[in-house]
Nanobody, 125 residues
Framework: QVQLVESGGGLVQAGGSLRLSCAASGRTFSTYALAWFRQTPGKEREFVAASGWRGATAYYADSVKGRFTISRDNAKNTLYLQMNSLKPEDTAVYYC??????????????????WGQGTQVTVSS
């Protein structure tokens, strides 16, 4: 069982930056595929970024490429999302997700078994 706890959300002006953190329990954190998703009211939860097995690879949604960076510190069991050049359309609840098996599909929410409670990010114009 893995527990995920997000932090770092808040209110920021357009063009600003935030760094989200996701603290995870579990002894095999380094082998997990980890991801960030986001959701706004009335919409499906959408993929933002993923970190593959042992952090060897990173994947991004087109909407955040070049602005967001996903990283992980396996020693601290923590996943990060550095968000720069934020836009009002980035406003959402951001969720951390994890799974402990291989799949080439990193962007489907149904491929993840563990979820955090989410952290709100609001970008004002």
């Amino acid at each position: 069982q893995v527990q995920l706890v997000e932090s770092g959300g808040g209110l920021v002006q357009a063009g600003g930056s935030l760094r989200l953190s996701c603290a995870a329990s579990g002894r095999t954190f380094s082998t997990y595929a980890l991801a960030w998703f986001r959701q706004t009211p009335g919409k499906e939860r959408e993929f933002v970024a993923a970190s593959g097995w042992r952090g060897a690879t990173a994947y991004y949604a087109d909407s955040v490429k070049g602005r967001f960076t996903i990283s992980r510190d396996n020693a601290k069991n923590t996943l990060y999302l550095q968000m720069n050049s934020l836009k009002p359309e980035d406003t959402a609840v951001y969720y951390c997700a994890a799974r402990n098996y291989y799949s080439s599909d990193y962007s489907s929410k149904n491929r993840y078994d563990y979820w955090g409670q989410g952290t709100q990010v609001t970008v004002s114009s």
